[in-house]
């Protein structure tokens, strides 16, 4: 049988090469045998504050980046989570099948709740029985994210073996993380050592799939890096973490192992690397910047693509959600 993906993205700004590298890219690849489903996961961008006219813009623009980063409308379904209300209703009785204790150790509450962990939003702790809603309820096999999710699919495993006990019924597929292995964590153009992230303030942290040929040029041309040249082997990058991210980079984009790029470029100062990886990523990203801008300016073709994804969305998910709903014991609609 064929299997089933399923994967999302909030709409929390314009996306970044490191959604693409990490998340996007590997999309692409999966929809040719796969029954797919993208979800532009609006309830996940309330948990902190955002502007109503910016979240109405960013979720038309993940959906125009979805298209433009090669994801077939057709042979996919693309969706905005809001327009599907059983992940609401599972994302509450999965919280209360979720210990605070699970939950405390989630390190992406940690880093966005930052030191005043009082301020932040039920919402923003309860984020991951959100994501698991959006998984369980389509019996996902499979969800495609980088890194930095891999700890929320282990929890989304953990909820489905522990409900599917308790009530000795297989009432969730327990799903699989893909993690693509070369750019599973691109890190920040400032600092090699944090996440690039569309939310982070510096814009000069990151690519965005939107900058024109000029912004990816002066970007890559003040990333951060020391002062060394380029190593040899990748033995040569431990303890170098910017160089190291932006040799990532590069092997990502040109298709090449991260140890084929230091071959290539052994000894050779930044000064000669940083010009070639920037039309590199000209070369990649300036075509789907355009291709996005397209899609905006006809948004009546995406909202066509988001409600023929939300029709087929709600008719998997309403079944999850009825079987759940009686085997808890919730009386039937009458
Ligand atoms: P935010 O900054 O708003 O938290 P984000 O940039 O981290 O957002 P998400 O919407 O949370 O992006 O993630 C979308 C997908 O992109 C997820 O699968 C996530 O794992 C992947 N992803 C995000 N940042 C990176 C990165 N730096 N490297 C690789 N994959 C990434
Ligand atoms: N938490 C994810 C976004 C997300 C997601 C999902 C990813 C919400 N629901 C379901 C995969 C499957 C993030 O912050 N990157």
Same mark, same amino acid.
């Not at 009785?93 to 939950?103: A, F, N, Q, R, S």
């Given at each position: 049988m064929t299997k089933r993906i399923l994967s999302g993205v909030q709409p929390s700004g314009a996306l970044t090469l490191g959604n693409? /590298?990490?998340? /996007?890219?590997?999309?692409?690849?999966l929809q040719e045998n796969h029954d797919c489903l993208f979800c532009i996961v609006n309830l996940h961008a309330i948990t902190v504050p955002v502007e109503p006219d910016a979240l109405r813009k960013q979720t038309l623009e993940i959906a125009a980046t979805y298209l433009a980063c090669g994801i077939d409308p057709v042979q996919s379904h693309i969706f905005v989570q809001s327009h599907v209300p059983a992940h609401a209703e599972l994302g509450w009785? /999965?919280?209360?099948?979720? !210990?605070?204790?699970?939950?405390n150790r989630m390190t992406q509450f940690k880093d966005k709740a930052g030191k005043h962990k009082e301020k932040a939003s039920l919402g923003l702790y309860g984020y991951p029985t959100l994501q698991a809603a959006d998984i369980l309820l389509y019996q996902a096999d499979g969800v495609p994210v980088g890194d930095d999710q891999k700890q929320h699919i282990e929890l989304t495993r953990d909820i489905a073996m522990s409900v599917n006990s308790a009530y000795g019924k297989d009432l969730f597929t327990v799903p699989e993380p893909m993690i693509e292995k070369t750019a599973a964590r691109i890190m920040s153009l400032r600092d090699g050592t944090k996440k690039m992230s569309k939310s982070d303030p510096s814009d000069f942290s990151r690519l965005n799939l939107t900058d024109s040929a000029d912004e990816i040029r002066l970007k890559i041309?003040?990333?951060?890096?020391?002062s060394g040249p380029l190593p040899e082997t990748l033995e040569g990058l431990k303890d170098r973490p910017e160089a190291k991210n932006l040799v990532a980079i590069f092997a990502s984009l040109s298709k090449q192992s991260e140890e084929d790029v230091c071959r290539q470029y052994a000894g050779? !100062?930044?000064s000669v690397f940083? !010009?070639?990886l920037a039309d590199l990523a000209v070369e990649v990203l300036a075509p789907t910047g355009e291709s996005i801008k397209k899609y905006l300016k006809e948004t009546s073709e995406l909202e066509r693509h988001l409600k023929r994804g939300a029709d087929y969305a709600n008719e998997i998910a309403e079944k999850t959600l009825k079987d759940v709903f009686e085997t808890i014991g919730f009386l039937p609609r009458l």
């Open positions: 693409y /590298l990490g998340a /996007l890219k590997n999309w692409q690849s009785v /999965l919280g209360c099948k979720t !210990p605070m204790g699970w939950l041309k003040k990333a951060k890096t020391d050779a !100062p930044f940083k !010009p070639d």
